[in-house]
């Protein structure tokens, strides 16, 4: 489960840091369109934050992978990822546009989840 709680934590950084440095610019490549005012950006950037907080539990959660915190952490993963992939993926079939890393990132959610459920279906 290591790899999986360290690729979480590259990923979830990642996407948490731009959400935070540049949230209007990450909405355009996923929704081909701006944050625009400043309740949309602040709610980005919590979301970022929560992103980050993600990517901390797993690079802690890591050195103990067979854990039962690492356990349930991976748990809760597959319900963020398969949420995710599910609210991205009804936004890109309903929204006007969508950008460029939309559908990928849709998919890297599913790729994530599956790998959650196997993971814990193994150990």
Known sequence: MKPLLLVTAAIEAGAGLALLG?????????????LEGAIALTVARVG??????????AWFASPDSQSRAARGLASAMVLYNFGAALILGVAG???????????????????????????????
């Open 93 to 123: 079939l309903t929204l006007p546009s969508a950008g460029v890393l939309l559908w990928p990132v849709v998919l890297l959610h599913v790729g994530m989840a599956i790998w959650c459920v196997a993971q814990l279906l193994r150990g």
């Open 22 to 34: 540049v949230p209007s610019r990450f909405a355009q490549l996923l929704f081909a369109a701006p």
């Open 48 to 57: 970022g934050m929560g992103l980050l907080t993600l990517a901390a539990a």
